[in-house]
């Protein structure tokens, strides 16, 4: 299964290089050929001299920031762009939402579709398209929201994931708020989620986990890359039994946003330390998921200074903290665990244990949902009850 990406405006065309940097030497170094396979079948196409080329797409209204990401592709010795995958013109959308997406979306469609289309056709199997831009310039919001409902006409039945970048609080550009606000309210309707990454967030962990002094985009970006790689790079599950080939878009779309009304996602990854501190550390797989589960409920991105006093709530009570401070109220969740010995966990060992006994005779997941959700309604009644 493969996925095409579009980089729209400075922040997409900027996050794309890192995100296939990383896919790359993953799929390169990481666990089992098969894995490696998938991986690169996902992200990259390959040519007839073996080069590995990013199945994407780059759009900007400037030509600056393209230049930059083919010339940082190129130079990784791994993987490049499509010579002819990148659509560029002189002058950028003024951080105006409206310029891009009343003017330079429609004036621009047709060859931009045609870029889209040609690496669609390069797929064996489209698992969907992802498009990554920030909300608050104006091509990446006002292009990227236009070209987005022109895919969704064009690809109705495809998953298609917007990859947001959302802005620094004290912002740089003055006219941001609007410029979200057009483009979340616009592509709530059209994609079928929509993973969020808050660049103050990014910016903190860069400074407390990293320790990072003098924190650029290059910085953050890398962060935003290394956990949007480790949701997208190929995983298994009880069901899949040993195939990495699953439709990655599709599996998220169905376990994390199945309710047209709940599409936004966030990432919390752990552990993350500067890379110089790795040798000198110790992880066990409990410790990691206890710190895990706890930033899960306090709402927390961070492994630093996580609020230990939150407690999940029982059924009756209104989500609360007992110190007044945040909690997390999600529909869905969906762990997934790399690295070593994943399946000595709880979690990899008695996830799903003995459903294979049942479906032998004919009894699918399904039906365990369904009997599920049955007796959550029957509890439903009798709680009306009292
Ligand atoms: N994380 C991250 N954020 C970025 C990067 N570049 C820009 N941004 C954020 O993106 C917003 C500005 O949008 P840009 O992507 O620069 O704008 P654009 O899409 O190129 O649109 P115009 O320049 O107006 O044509 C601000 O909120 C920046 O903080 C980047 O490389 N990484
Ligand atoms: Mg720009």
């Known amino acids: 299964m493969s996925m095409v990406t579009l980089q729209l405006g400075q922040c997409g065309n900027q996050i794309g290089p890192d995100l296939f940097g990383i896919l790359s030497s993953d799929a390169l170094h990481g666990p089992r050929r098969s894995y490696g396979a998938a991986s690169r079948e996902r992200f990259f196409h390959s040519t007839a001299h073996g080069d590995l080329v990013a199945r994407a797409v780059l759009i900007d ?13 190129a130079a990784s010795g791994t993987w490049r762009y499509g010579d002819a995958s990148h659509f560029s013109q002189k002058q950028g959308s003024g951080n105006n939402w409206a310029n891009g997406y009343c003017v330079h979306g429609p004036r621009h469609r047709e060859v931009v579709e045609e870029l889209v289309r040609r690496e669609v056709e390069r797929c064996d199997r489209l698992a969907g398209l992802m498009a990554m831009m920030s909300v608050a310039g104006g091509t990446g919001s006002g292009v990227g929201t236009y070209i987005t409902q022109c895919l969704r006409d064009t690809y109705a039945k495809s998953f298609i994931l917007n990859h947001l970048t959302w802005p620094y609080r004290t912002g740089e550009v003055i006219v941001q708020n609007y410029n979200s606000v057009l ?5 709530y309707q059209l994609s079928d989620a929509i993973l969020v990454h808050e660049n103050d967030m990014v910016h903190k962990i860069c400074s407390q986990l990293l320790n990072i002094k003098h924190i650029s985009f290059s910085d953050v970006n890398r962060v935003i890359a290394h956990q949007m790689g480790s949701v997208l790079q190929p995983s298994l599950s009880a069901d899949s039994h040993g195939d990495y080939s699953r439709n990655p878009l599709g599996e998220l779309v169905s376990t ?6 709940y599409k936004l996602l966030s990432v919390c990854t752990i552990p993350q330390m500067p ?17 895990l589960r706890q930033m899960l409920i306090s709402n927390s991105k961070m492994e630093e200074g996580i609020d230990w006093h939150v407690h999940p709530h029982v059924a009756s009570e209104r989500p609360r903290s007992l110190t007044g401070t945040s909690f997390n109220v999600s529909l869905a969740n969906l762990l997934i665990l790399r690295g070593k010995d994943v399946f000595s966990t709880e979690t990899g060992r008695s996830y799903r244990a003995y459903i294979h006994q049942y479906i032998k005779f004919g009894i699918s997941e399904e039906d365990f949902l369904e009997s599920f959700t049955s007796l959550e309604q029957v509890i439903a009644s009798y709680t009306q009850l009292s």
């Open 61 to 73: 209204m400037e030509p600056k920031v393209i230049k930059q990401s083919m010339a940082k592709a």
């Open 183 to 187: 483009t979340l309210a616009h592509l």
């Open 256 to 261: 994390l946003a199945c309710h047209p009304e």
């Open 275 to 291: 890379s110089s501190s790795i040798a000198y550390s110790t992880f066990s797989w409990p410790g990691l998921l206890k710190h």
